[in-house]
C-alpha cells in the first residue's frame, strides 16, 4: 500500500525517528508532522497534550496516512491508549522510554533514565519502574531546557554544555552506566551527552527499535509499500512555513 506513514512530535525531535525510518524503509513515503506552533508539551496539562495530539492525528489520517507513529514520549504517556480505542482500524507506535534494554544489560545495577516531567509521571515509565525497580536501582532526571535547545538549533552551544552538565551529571555520579534517552528530541544532543558521561557510560535511544516495530506492524497489516515504490518526504506543521522548511532541512542533516 503506497500510502504515507505519519509521524507526529511536538516539534523537531521526531525527526530522530524519522531518520531511522528513512534509513529502515527506503520504499515508504513519510508524512511528518511537527507541531510546533505549541512546543514543548512537556510541562503541558494531559487534557492540552491529549487535545494537541488528537488534531494532529486528524490531520495525518485526512492526509491519509496508513498508520501513525507518535515520534513523542509525552504525547504516547498522555494519548495513545485514547488514540487506540478512537481510530481502532489504524495501527500506532509509540513511543516509551527504553528502560527494558537498559535494566537488562547494565553491570552496576544502575541506569539512569532523562526525559520530560509528563513522560517520567506516565503510566509507562511508572510501569516499567516497577517492574524492573527491584532489581535495578532507576535514577532519573528531566532534560531542563533539551527541547529548546534542540527547537533553536543550538545542540553545540556552551549554555546548551551546561544545562546537559546538570541534568545528567547526577545520573553518572549516582552510578548509572547506561543512560535512557527517553525524548525523541534528545538523540540530537547524543554527543554531547556522551561527552558529559564519559566513558564507561552507553547512551540508549530507541529510534532504531521503533523502525522494527514499525516494520513489524505492516507486515502484519499487510501494508508495506509495493517493492519498487518511489518514496515522498512530507513535512507538516501547525506553525508557518518557514518551520515546515526547517523541519526539512533538520530531516536530512546528519547528527
Ligand atoms: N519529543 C518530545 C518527547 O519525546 C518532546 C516533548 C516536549 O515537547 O516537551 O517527549
Redesign the pocket.
Known amino acids: 500500500m503506497n500510502r504515507a506513514i505519519g509521524i507526529f ?6 525527526l530522530s525517528v524519522w531518520q531511522a525510518l528513512y534509513d529502515a524503509l527506503p520504499n515508504e513515503s513519510l508524512t511528518y508532522l511537527g ?1 510546533g506552533a505549541r ?6 496539562s494531559s487534557a492540552e497534550i491529549l487535545r494537541y495530539t488528537e488534531e494532529a492525528v486528524e490531520r495525518l489520517l485526512s492526509e491519509g496516512c496508513k498508520m501513525i507513529v507518535v ?7 498522555v494519548a495513545i491508549k485514547r488514540l487506540r480505542e478512537s481510530y481502532p482500524t489504524i495501527p500506532f507506535v509509540g ?1 516509551e522510554p527504553a528502560v527494558k534494554p537498559a535494566a537488562l544489560t547494565t553491570k552496576r545495577g544502575i541506569i539512569g533514565v532523562l ?2 516531567e ?2 517520567l509521571q506516565g503510566d509507562h515509565f511508572r510501569q516499567a519502574e516497577a517492574k524492573y525497580g527491584a532489581e535495578v536501582k532507576i535514577l532519573r532526571a528531566v532534560g531542563e531546557g533539551f ?1 529548546e535547545a534542540v527547537e533553536r538549533n543550538e545542540e553545540h552551544t556552551a549554555e546548551t554544555e551546561e544545562i546537559i552538565r546538570k541534568a545528567v551529571l547526577p545520573l553518572v555520579e549516582g552510578g548509572a552506566d547506561k543512560i535512557v534517552l ?5 538523540p540530537f544532543l547524543r554527543r554531547e551527552i556522551e561527552r558529559v558521561a564519559g566513558d564507561g557510560v552507553e547512551i540508549i535511544d530507541s529510534s532504531e527499535a521503533v523502525a522494527r516495530r514499525v516494520a513489524t506492524l505492516l507486515d502484519e497489516n499487510n501494508i508495506r509499500a509495493e517493492e519498487g515504490a518511489t518514496a515522498e518526504y512530507r513535512f507538516l506543521t501547525f506553525a508557518d512555513e518557514e518551520y515546515a522548511e526547517k523541519l526539512r532541512k533538520k530531516a536530512f542533516q546528519k547528527r
Open positions: 512530535d511536538s516539534g523537531i525531535g521526531g507541531d512546543c514543548p508539551y512537556g510541562s503541558r515520534a513523542c514520549n509525552t504525547a504516547t504517556a513511543l526525559a520530560t509528563r513522560s527541547v527517553g525524548c525523541t528530541h534528545y
